[in-house]
Nanobody, 115 residues
Framework: VQLQASGGGLVQPGGSLRLSCAAS????????TGWFRQAPGKEREAVSC????????YYVNSVKGRFTIARDSAKNSVYLQMNNLKPEDTAVYLC?????????WGQGTQVTVSS
């Protein structure tokens, strides 16, 4: 049971990145999945989550209108499209999947927004 995140990097303010998170050993559609981030000295926060049915999607206020979460059942993956990135988006981004009391975390991918 594993989540593998990728797609982070260094981008200038106003730029875009697409994070990917591929699941192995379980079916991602059976889980609520989401992206979290943690910046140095700050608590981990939920950035965006999508329910197992796909009917409910959450975005933290600071990314509304800029980030989009999407899931691809065929690829057993979840994505986070990040547009108009700001320096305050700089953090380690982690994907996670939850079903009941079971939670799976992927490794983080660094996103740095800087000119």
């Amino acid at each position: 049971v594993q989540l593998q995140a990728s797609g982070g990097g260094l981008v200038q303010p106003g730029g875009s990145l697409r994070l990917s998170c591929a699941a192995s050993g379980f079916t991602l559609d059976d889980y609520a999945t989401g992206w979290f981030r943690q910046a140095p000295g700050k608590e981990r926060e939920a950035v965006s989550c999508i329910s197992s049915s796909g009917d409910n999607i959450y975005y933290v206020n600071s990314v509304k209108g800029r980030f989009t979460i999407a899931r691809d059942s065929a690829k057993n993956s979840v994505y986070l499209q990040m547009n108009n990135l700001k320096p305050e988006d700089t953090a380690v981004y982690l994907c996670s999947a939850r079903r009941g009391v079971t939670r799976v975390w992927g490794q983080g991918t660094q996103v740095t927004v800087s000119s």
